[in-house]
Each structure stands twice: as structure tokens, then as C-alpha cells.
């Protein structure tokens, strides 16, 4: 017997939707994967993501270069403003940078929904260093919503389906 996962837009309890959300945008992030990050939670407007800072990450400092930090906030911010299902982007943001980041040390972004109203939302996330225990990055970001579901674009069950 087949197993099929049920359809995102009957799912009626948040954190199912959000969980299910998180599995259809994991399957098609090709950046967080390229990058090593790990899809840690998400939870109805909110998300957590960790990477290990590698050796091809670091700049002419030889710490972390700021936009692989970037990125793993940005993407924390993405999973935490699409939890809901609805198709939702970037429309601006500002960082922080408080502590650098060094080779082997540990990185974990949490993003928190702070306002969403109609088509727009802000979002704060916290780069940790769990290695060093700080908080190296304060990212703020503004999403707003675009047309569509998340678990629609991103199905590749459906014919016609992006690949």
C-alpha cells in the first residue's frame, strides 16, 4: 500500500501546515542544501536553521564571510514567513553583524514572526554562534506576500510542475 501525504489545503491544524510547508520547500532549496544547512523546526511564523561555517565559507580574514551569514538568516526568515502556506518574499531587511565567525563553529538562525497583517509582515531572527554561545547577527526582514500557496509551486507531483 502507497503512502501519500495529505493535501496542504485541507490541513487545518498550523504546526501540520507548517511542518508540511517546511518539507516542500526543504525538497526544492538548493541554496540551504549547497550551503550544508539543516532545517532544525518550524512552527506557524516561525523557523530554525543551522550550518557548520566550512572552510570555502570564509573570506580574506579567514573568518565567515558575511553573506554565508546572510543567507542562513535570510533563509530562516524565508521558512518562518511562508509557514503559513502562503506564497510570500522578501521586500527588504537589515543586519547586524556583532561578532564574526570562524572555520568548524557552529551557526544556528531563529526566526519570530513579529507582525503579519494582509500582505505584509516583520521578522526577526538571531544568528547564534554555538560554539562560542553569542549572538553574532541581528537580522530584521520585511516579507510580503505574493500570489499563490507554497505547497503549490513547489509540488513536483503535479504535471506541468516546475522540475
Keep these: 500500500m502507497q503512502h501519500t501525504a495529505p493535501d496542504p489545503q485541507t490541513i487545518t491544524d498550523p504546526q501540520a501546515l507548517a511542518d508540511a510547508v517546511g518539507a516542500a520547500m526543504w525538497a526544492r532549496d538548493h541554496a540551504a542544501h549547497t550551503l550544508g544547512m539543516r532545517l532544525d523546526a518550524i512552527a506557524p511564523g516561525q523557523a530554525q536553521l543551522s550550518m557548520t561555517v566550512r572552510h570555502d565559507m570564509l573570506n580574506g580574514h579567514a573568518i565567515c564571510h558575511g553573506g554565508?551569514?546572510?543567507t542562513l538568516a535570510d533563509?530562516?526568515?524565508?521558512y518562518a514567513c511562508?509557514?503559513?502556506n502562503h506564497n510570500t518574499v522578501a521586500s527588504a531587511c537589515h543586519i547586524d553583524f556583532l561578532a564574526p565567525a570562524h572555520e568548524g563553529d557552529q551557526l544556528q538562525a531563529t526566526a519570530q514572526v513579529r507582525?503579519?497583517?494582509g500582505r505584509m509582515g516583520v521578522y526577526d531572527i538571531t544568528v547564534r554562534n554555538l560554539t562560542s554561545q553569542k549572538d553574532i547577527v541581528?537580522?530584521?526582514g520585511k516579507s510580503h506576500r505574493i500570489q499563490g500557496l507554497v505547497t503549490d509551486t513547489l509540488n513536483t507531483d503535479k504535471p506541468g510542475a516546475p522540475a
Aim: charged share 10%.
Design 68 to 70: 554565508m551569514i546572510f
Design 75 to 78: 533563509t530562516a526568515f524565508a
Design 82 to 84: 511562508n509557514s503559513d
Design 115 to 117: 507582525i503579519q497583517g
Design 138 to 140: 541581528l537580522f530584521r
